[in-house]
Nanobody, 128 residues
Framework: VQLQAFGGGLVEPGGSLRLSCAASGFTLDYYVVAWFRQAPGKEREGVSYISINGLRTYYLDSVKGRFTISRDNYRNSVYLQMDSLNPEDAAVYYC??????????????????????WGQGTQVTVSS
């Protein structure tokens, strides 16, 4: 039972990346999924969240209009499309799920403690 985040890399400012979060050993359909990021010396911060049915999404203010979260339950995956990247977006990005099924998680979607299974992280570097 694990999550795997991949798709990071080096991109120039203004560029795009698409991160993927794949589940193995279980079905992702039953869980909300969130993306977090952590830059060196900074706390882990919630970037985006998607509900089980994909109809509700939330974003960190600084990425609104540039990042898009989506899910493909057929492929057991969640994606984070990141456009117009800037150096402040550079970090290790993690996907996470809440297996405890907190009923009020949408009120606290950006709190790391709400999630109990994490992928290993994928590095995003934004530099010219």
């Amino acid at each position: 039972v694990q999550l795997q985040a991949f798709g990071g890399g080096l991109v120039e400012p203004g560029g795009s990346l698409r991160l993927s979060c794949a589940a193995s050993g279980f079905t992702l359909d039953y869980y909300v999924v969130a993306w977090f990021r952590q830059a060196p010396g900074k706390e882990r911060e919630g970037v985006s969240y998607i509900s089980i049915n994909g109809l509700r999404t939330y974003y960190l203010d600084s990425v609104k209009g540039r990042f898009t979260i989506s899910r493909d339950n057929y492929r057991n995956s969640v994606y984070l499309q990141m456009d117009s990247l800037n150096p402040e977006d550079a970090a290790v990005y993690y996907c996470a799920i809440d297996r405890r099924l907190h009923s009020n998680i949408e009120s606290y979607w950006n709190r790391p403690d709400e999630y109990d299974l994490w992928g290993q992280g994928t590095q995003v570097t934004v530099s010219s």
